[in-house]
């Protein structure tokens, strides 16, 4: 199939146009976000079910985070998102939820009281980065892990101050930690020692949560950026 010179000038028209539609979430993001506070984003699984130990372990972590000052961001939809709100909500705390919107999945989440809706990913993960004091990260796939190495990626490349990164889950994640500090770090070089340093691997909400109150003792809360 071949396109005629007409073809791709409407194309370049309309992704012209698309722009306004990007700037739009941008500033509604900013907006609504900007109100909330302190928040800490606890990423995760879509997949994973109510009666899974990290589901209940996402829940009281959210629920400790927000008794300790902090608002709690999740993606808005279930697993360990709707984990994550539910422990804001029964902290009485600022529940966000930053929903994608997807043709055949995710609905928000019961347990949000404060929605952002987008439909550009890359602009949600702005707003979770901007917005965020912290990252509580559950074992996850693919979005999780994109979630994750963007916010240590930002933190190294000091686009973004250093902020506390926790992994929740230490069998999960410790076969990764171990390949990051042999390999990446070790054998390569690829990346410096300094960029582990805020990075804790727990299996204990409330380690995770002082983790975040031990590094704000001696840091300003502020939005990144």
Known sequence: ???????????????????????????????????????????????????????????????????????????????????????????????????????????????????????????RKVMFVKYSQGFVVFPGGFGTMDELFEALTLMQTKKIEMRPVVLFGSEYWKGMVAWIENIMLGVEGNINLIDMKFLKMTDDPKEAVKHMNDFYASHPLRPNF
């Open 1 to 123: 199939m071949t396109h005629t010179n007409k073809d791709w000038n409407e194309i370049r028209s309309n992704d012209s146009w698309g722009i306004f539609k990007i700037m739009a979430e941008f500033v509604e993001g900013y907006e609504k976000m900007a109100k909330i506070g302190p928040c800490i984003s606890v990423f995760g699984s879509a997949r994973t079910k109510r009666d899974s130990p990290y589901y209940i372990a996402a829940a009281e972590t959210s629920k400790l985070l927000v008794e300790s000052g902090y608002g709690v961001i999740t993606g808005g939809g279930p697993g360990i998102m709707e984990a994550g709100n539910l422990g804001a909500r029964q902290g009485e705390g600022k529940s966000v939820g930053l929903n994608i919107r997807l043709p055949f999945e995710q609905s928000g989440n019961e347990y949000v009281n404060h929605p952002v809706n987008f439909d550009y990913f890359f602009v």
